[in-house]
């Protein structure tokens, strides 16, 4: 098991950012990390990788206490930071040998950073200054400064916010690859992200966790169901709730229903509307994607 987190809590002041989080990444797992801004992503992160104590609760790095082997778990963690804080005087190579002098790699110095200007597409930017660079290239300079120390451990803090849609798909990729032998936690807001590169996605609300799933798992979890309704005429909530199964109504403009099931019941529906005289216009059941799932468990 890479990471553990056991029960854990933050509170900034009185703020509860954390609640009693628990959860446990495997080897090798890529898994993001999703939750709307002020979810709690970067505190679990910055707890993870021993930035910050958390208040309660026990987080273990390959099976390191965090609280207690912080300087260890740091060699065997990469992290990207959200903002990715990069100086922007020194040139790209510098940075990087600077970071190598840091994890002490010694006379490996050299050839780890040659490798990471390598693997993630800085050797033409080598020469210039980060400040000089795009966005998309600071990224890869921070990924690079993650991997510079080979980390068995990979945690991303929204890596891609603010790339346009090519160093989008350049950096992902990118991450991809690197997945293939790490165990890579990456938190973002973007459904499609989570769906192009993770196995598995844990979903946070408000510092609780409201879905562990592997992402072709998603579509099974509760209230599966979503069906959009036209009548002629309302329909009382009273009405809709006579069929078991219904865990939702929302009445929209237009005599428009949509409602959330745990199965399919489109025929106790269509039985309803008949039995209390009701004209049903239309009805349509809704594709459920990640994206969906996400607006539901988080709002
Ligand atoms: P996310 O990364 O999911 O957007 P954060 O972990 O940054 O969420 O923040 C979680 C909550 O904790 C937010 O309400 C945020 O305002 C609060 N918070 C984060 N960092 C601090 C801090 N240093 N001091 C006080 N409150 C903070
Ligand atoms: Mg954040």
Do not use: W
């Not at 009185?14 to 446990?24: C, G, V």
């Amino acid at each position: 098991m890479s990471i553990q987190v056991k029960e854990v809590s933050k509170f900034y002041g009185k703020q509860k950012a954390l609640d009693a989080l628990s959860f446990e990444i495997s080897d090798a797992e890529v898994v993001g990390f999703l939750g709307p801004n002020g979810a709690g992503k970067s505190t679990m992160m910055k707890i993870i990788t021993g930035f910050l104590p958390q208040s309660s609760g026990d987080v273990f790095v390959n099976g390191l206490n965090v609280m207690t082997h912080s300087l260890e778990i740091r060699k065997q963690i990469g992290y990207l930071p959200e903002h990715n804080p990069l100086y922007l005087d020194l040139y790209v190579k510098e940075y990087l040998e600077y970071v190598a002098g840091i994890y002490k790699l010694g006379k490996n110095k050299k050839k780890r950073v040659d490798e990471m200007i390598e693997l993630t597409g800085l050797g033409l930017e080598q020469k210039k200054k980060i400040g000089a660079l795009s966005k998309g290239y600071r990224q890869r300079v921070g990924l690079a400064q993650a991997l510079i120390h080979d980390p068995k451990v990979l945690i991303l803090d929204e890596p891609t916010t603010g790339l346009d849609p090519n160093q989008l798909v350049e950096v992902r990729q990118l991450i991809q690859n690197i997945g293939k032998e790490k165990t890579v936690m990456l938190s973002t807001h973007i459904m499609q992200e989570v769906e192009a590169i993770c196995e598995r996605v844990l979903i946070i609300n408000k510092g609780k966790l409201v879905a562990d799933q592997t992402s072709n798992n998603m579509h099974s979890i509760k209230e599966s169901y979503i069906f959009d309704l036209q009548f002629t005429s309302p329909v009382s909530n009273a009405q809709f709730k006579t069929i078991a199964g219904i865990t939702q109504v929302e009445a929209l403009a237009n005599n428009r229903y949509q409602i959330s099931a745990t199965s399919d019941v489109r025929e106790q529906i269509f039985q309803m509307a008949v039995s209390n005289n009701l004209v049903l216009l239309e009805m349509k059941s809704q594709e459920r994607n990640l994206e969906s799932i996400f607006h539901e468990l988080t709002r």
